[in-house]
């Protein structure tokens, strides 16, 4: 079946450094959908991407999804202690969203 | 709008025993998720309910059911615990009535299995 790979599973970095996390399926995806979780919180949707090469921001975050469409990264510049949590892509199987193991952001000031 | 509701937020069972969830969507969502998440296991899907109806289930065990009332509220059950279910049950709601779109997650309730 359909599975989402995201790597790396941790980072740890310098207030200011920047980061990237990275997603891949299996298969052809027909979106993909990102999402945050602060320590303790529950996840929270970032954004979804729909179109073949799409690239979308938010601030400090850049999100792009593949030509493929079936791999996408979420880039934070110059990250800030606010940006810590675990980062999660999601793509849709049918009727359920499928997620990828998510990689844990630390950010030490 | 009131977002999605989980009750309960932490309980504690023992092995063997039984446990309801309870979610409450958002208003006008009519599709509910739940997924378990444990640290070493990520992100797992459970079953997702619409208009009462499950479309889809997860790998688990038949231990685990659900199910979904006409106001689109949903809940989870667990039979026979095991020390491995202790976890954080998300409930999550959705728009969507096809293709799985964006979800809002409650805030979850947290098993303690002893």
């Known amino acids: 079946g359909q599975q989402v790979m995201q790597i790396p599973q941790y980072q740890h970095v310098q207030e200011g450094e920047d980061f990237t996390t990275y997603c891949n399926s299996s298969?052809?995806?027909?979106?993909i959908q990102w999402y945050k979780q602060r320590p303790g919180g529950h996840p929270v949707f970032l954004i979804q991407l729909v179109k073949s090469g799409e690239v979308k921001k938010q601030k400090r975050l850049t999100f792009q999804f593949g030509e493929a469409k079936k791999n996408s990264s979420l880039h934070i510049t110059a990250t800030q202690t606010t940006d810590v949590g675990t980062y999660f892509c999601a793509g849709p199987r049918g009727n359920k969203l499928v997620f990828g193991a998510g990689t844990i952001l630390r950010v030490k000031s | 709008k009131a977002g999605v509701t989980q009750t309960p937020r932490y309980l504690i069972k023992t092995r063997g025993q039984q446990v309801t969830l309870s979610c409450s969507p958002i208003?006008?969502?009519?599709?509910v998720s739940w997924y378990q998440q444990t640290p070493g296991q990520g992100l797992q899907f459970l079953f997702e309910y619409f208009s009462e109806t499950q479309r889809n289930k997860g790998n688990f065990p038949g231990r685990f059911s659900g199910r979904q009332f006409s106001n689109s509220r949903s809940e989870m059950n667990v039979s026979t615990l095991e020390l491995g279910d202790s976890a954080l049950y998300l409930c999550a709601s959705s728009l969507a009535d096809s293709e799985a779109g964006e979800l809002f997650f409650g805030e979850g309730s947290r098993l303690t299995v002893l």
């Open positions: 208003s006008g969502h009519r599709s």
């Open positions: 298969t052809t995806l027909s979106n």
